[in-house]
């Protein structure tokens, strides 16, 4: 496997489509996340956000992430009231964070919602609900943010285990039209609990897995930027470390590390300007796949 291929699509005429091609890194990390996005596939997983098209277009706004996060927690709320609140600014992180705190608590870290009793005898879409809210709150925070486009799968299960070798490939940097692994635990890693300063959080969960889970990014950071954001994540674990450490990770522990890992680049002969013009077309992702 050489190439992925990202087609876009609208969503309401699936022959009027773009495909973004990308060259895969050649590294081992990717050799273990092409397995993932493999087994994805011959499950036949579905995208689980086809409209997760941030900062591009008009289509992903704040009426829609309202909505949606206020109509899934009432529909949990109809089965059992967890949440009890909506949410009437998306910039009010807040109670973004209480929100998340209450999905964290009651769905557990990846698969452990399983053996939850709260979820004994609920509809199938009760679990999806919860997360899809948590999705939300994060489609919150995105908004005005750098255009990306995130690709994930929710029906893989969360299993891979980040090696010591593939720690020294994250980076802080994110490349224009780079394809990235995702952050794939449920909880808050060091970048989140630094940005958020969220206090209704109830545990940090680094970067621990991975999946096929991937986002592309449409920015470059720059150099001064890199520095600024290492040096706040570095500031966060110094003052945090006595919480660190009672959480089992120690100052210089590589699973706190920051950032992301590249796994393929951008593979097209258009300009950054004319890309992003062309991208504006599109509010659906139809499909991804490996060559």
């Known amino acids: 496997m050489k190439n992925a291929t990202l087609r876009l699509s609208d969503r309401d005429d699936s022959s009027q489509y773009f495909d973004l091609k990308f060259k ?7 050799r273990k996340w092409i397995k993932c996005v493999l087994e994805a596939q011959q499950k036949q997983y579905p995208i689980s956000e086809p409209w997760a098209l941030y900062n591009i277009n008009d289509t992903l706004n704040k009426d829609f992430v309202k909505s949606n996060l206020n109509r899934l927690m009432q529909e949990v709320d109809q089965e059992e009231k967890l949440f009890g609140l909506t949410i009437n600014d998306i910039n009010d992180q807040d109670t973004l964070n209480k929100i998340h705190s209450i999905f964290e608590m009651h769905h557990g870290k990846l698969d452990e919602w399983r ?108 150099d001064d930027e890199v520095t600024r954001l290492t040096h706040d994540h570095h500031k966060y674990i110094k003052e945090n470390q006595t919480y660190l450490s009672s959480k089992g990770y120690h100052l210089n522990d590589p699973r706190l590390t920051t950032g992301r890992i590249e796994l393929a680049k951008l593979d097209m002969d258009m300009s950054e300007q004319d890309l992003m013009m062309e991208l504006k077309k599109y509010n659906n992702i139809q499909s991804f796949w490996l060559s």
């Open 115 to 222: 053996t939850n009793p709260m979820f004994n005898g609920k509809s199938e879409k009760f679990r999806k609900n919860l997360s899809g809210i948590n999705q939300f709150v994060h489609a919150c925070e995105s908004i005005g943010g750098s255009p990306k486009i995130r690709i994930v799968w929710f029906d893989l299960p969360k299993v891979n285990c980040f090696s010591q070798e593939d720690y020294k490939l994250f980076t802080n940097k994110r490349n224009f039209g780079s394809l990235y692994h995702l952050y794939c635990d449920v909880g808050k890693n060091v970048e989140a609990l630094t940005e958020d300063n969220d206090d209704h959080h109830h545990d940090v969960v680094p970067n621990l897995h991975f999946s096929a889970d991937c986002v592309c990014y449409f920015v470059n950071d720059t």
């Open 24 to 30: 895969l890194e050649q590294n081992s990390f990717v």
